[in-house]
């Protein structure tokens, strides 16, 4: 196909050629590149929209969860506000988990006095009015055994007073008299008898007055146990104590509360248990939502969802008498992650900020929060929350997209790189075809100029011998010489190509046999010598008596040695010798042809058993030569199982070596 492109093209230079096959390439591979371009672009965009589109469906999972709450929460709220608030068993159980726990959250019933459900989610009540209205006026007796106590400070005749009051008051009554008689003893310094009547009232259910009797027995019994060694260690349990007062177990107004709270903490180790900082923590969140609860005020809120302080308000206008209160701390840590669970289990993380811009939840602190959040507000709570949903690993949650990405990626530039190395291969081997083809040309010019010289030499010598043109006997010779010389160089041509197309077709055969290599060597260098255009240049040859053995086809090696020799004399102008060495060492015999020519430059050195090669400079177009002879010679040695090397500096001569392994067969045999 080059053939006949370049017929068909001979105006068009090697450039252009090489131009047109880049072209014909790199215009198509430009086109794939540009389309796998695009599609890799538009696969970064498939990705980015495809992300979008699952953080969009996370955030709406996330929004439906808070809203259902919400909803839920309110659907309590239009129970309780009818005026009795739901049994506990039928209250869904996302609230019922913070109606559960101490301080997490209640239900406040909003009226002139606020009521909180359940009751001992406050440490003390909030409705203090009915609590003073079911308060008992003491009796007479007791009225008048007090007024001695109090106002005449007669201890003595108080305590008669009290005991004989006491026998007069029905069964149960009288605990609210023996509660006055044992604080009476206490001052008269009775300790004793004291202690024995607050032992007797630690299970009392009577109130004295708003106070209920066993919890002034209990604390009083600690308080003296810090005075006197009467009372017992099982007498005062203070960390028991301070535990009834936290879970609320009595009906008590806050200054009440606080009083009896802090005296109990006062009398605990300082030491605490694990179990006394838990209660610590349970009264505080209890008090917190019972103050809470108490600044509620009965008008609706600005808001569906609104906060104070660490609680969540939550209101509905469809029963504005009641309010739920919230732990911040429940929702954070309870509520929030089963509610969001699915969500983040997906890998995103979820936000809750409140209308000021807090940050209510986060069910991933730690994490950077990325640049595809997407924020929801809630519309049923008529208030700026906002939920944002983030995935914490883009890279893990695109996974699929990015291998579909990264596998495009590798196909274009493994497209590319085709491209790239086709280019450069297709140009290396136009580049190659058209070197041999020049090469060829070359050689077909110098086969061409090879044949017509000896040819038109032996015409015209023959015709005029034939003519008789040539009366001179020593003329006559002289011509028969030249013709034979003409011939011969004739013959080694034609053998030369021979040789060459067999080895092209693999039909090239070596009848290889013994060979005394000094004789042999010595024969060829005298042919050699022998040749009429050898005659002007002396070969010296340095060839030991006693070389070992070859086994070798003696015609092929010959002819291999002749054109080194020939060679060595056509490009040595102006020398008057050439020399042939030999040498053997270790069962290894070298041959060396050694000129002090015109020499090689490294290029040409490398390139020297090419076939078609002849070196450059302006000796070589003065020089016939078809570019086969160092291509025969390497061809036939290394058939031989040998190899040559050339060893040549420019200006300054050139050495060939033929190193052959030697036979230990008799060449004589």
Known sequence: MLDGLMRRGRRLSGRDLQVLFTLSILLPGVLLAVVGVRAWMQERRFAAQTLRERVDRAAD??????????????????????????????????????????????????GLTPVIWPENQSPYTLDQTNLLTAATAPSAALAAAELVEVQAQDHERAIALYQHAIRGLPLDARATGSLRLARTLRKAGREAEAIAIYRSLTSSAERMGVLPVDLVARHELCVLATATRAVGDGDCRAPDLYRDLAAGR???????????????????????????????????????????????????????????????????????GAALVLSRGWLSTSRWPEAFRSVVSDGYRVDIHAPGGETWFDSAPSASAGDAAVSRRPEMTGAAWRLR????????????????????????????????????????????????????????????????????????????????????????????ERITRESDRLSRLVENLLDVAQIDAGRRQYRFGPVDTSAWLRSVVDEARANPSHRQTTIEASIPDALPPLRADREALGTALHNLLDNAIKYSPGADAVWCEAEARADAI?????????????????????????????????VKGTGLGLSLVNHIVRAHGGRVECDSRLGEGTTFSIHLSASQADPGA
Do not use: C
């Not at 019972?290 to 509620?296: G, N, P, T, V």
């Open 61 to 110: 999972v996330a929004l439906r969860a808070f809203e259902q709450d919400v909803r839920i929460w309110q659907g309590l709220l239009l129970q309780a506000g009818r005026g009795t608030p739901p049994p506990l068993e039928s209250v869904d159980l996302s609230v019922r988990a913070a109606l559960d726990e101490p301080g997490a959250g209640a239900v406040v019933l909003l």
């Open 389 to 480: 949903v983030m995935p914490l690993d883009p890279a893990a949650l695109m996974a699929d997209v990015n291998r579909r990405r990264s596998l495009t990626l590798v196909m274009l530039l493994l497209l590319v790189g085709l491209l790239a190395s086709g280019t450069y291969l297709t140009t290396r081997v136009v580049r190659r075809e058209m070197e041999v083809a020049r090469l060829q040309a070359d050689f077909v010019s110098a086969v061409s100029h090879e044949f017509r010289s000896p040819l038109t030499g032996i015409r015209q010598l023959g015709e005029m011998l034939l003519r008789g043109r040539v009366p001179d006997e020593d003329r006559r010779q002289e011509y028969y």
């Open 590 to 622: 070298t041959i060396r042809v050694r000129d002090r020519g015109v020499g090689m430059s490294d290029n040409d050195r490398r390139v020297a058993f090419d076939r078609f090669r002849r070196g450059a400079g302006p000796i070589t177009e003065h």
């Open 250 to 320: 009595w009906r008590l107004t806050k200054a009440r509360y606080l009083f009896y709270s802090e005296s109990v903490q006062g009398l605990l180790s300082t030491t605490e248990s694990a179990a006394v900082s838990q209660w610590r923590a349970i009264e505080a969140r209890k008090v917190a939502l019972a103050d809470i609860a108490a600044s509620l005020g009965r008008e609706a809120g600005a808001a569906d969802l609104e906060t104070k302080g660490s609680s969540l308000i939550v209101r509905t206008t469809a029963a504005p």
